[in-house]
């Protein structure tokens, strides 16, 4: 059930931050080594795609509603896994392009 499965996933997602809360940027390179993991390195563009993946907070200001979603522009040399982490990206999140 899904339940259970929110308990285990949570249980896991507790552990992983006792483990390593003394630590948070490595803790961070962790969880970014494993994001499009045939990629090596990268934390920065990897950091980048998880940022958009988890995406924002909608808000209201004045009359202006603005969205909590962002975009993301990839520009690089060829060969440099661009359309990797995108692939990976759209597998991960369902509303992906």
């Known amino acids: ?17 006792i483990e390593n809360g003394t630590t948070p940027i490595r803790a961070r390179n ?3 080594a494993n994001l ?7 934390y920065v563009v990897k950091l ?5 993946m988890i995406g924002g907070v ?6 202006t509603r603005i969205r909590g979603q962002s975009h ?3 520009v690089g040399d060829p060969g440099t ?3 990797q982490l995108l692939r990976y990206a759209a597998q991960m999140a369902t509303r992906a392009v």
């Open 1 to 17: 059930s899904s339940a259970s499965s929110y308990a285990s996933y949570r249980s896991k997602f507790d552990k992983f931050w």
């Open 30 to 32: 962790m969880i970014l």
């Open 36 to 42: 499009c993991p045939q990629l090596s390195g990268m």
């Open 48 to 52: 980048a795609v998880a940022l958009t």
């Open 58 to 63: 909608s808000r209201q200001e004045f009359d």
């Open 72 to 74: 993301l522009l990839l």
């Open 81 to 83: 896994g661009k359309s």
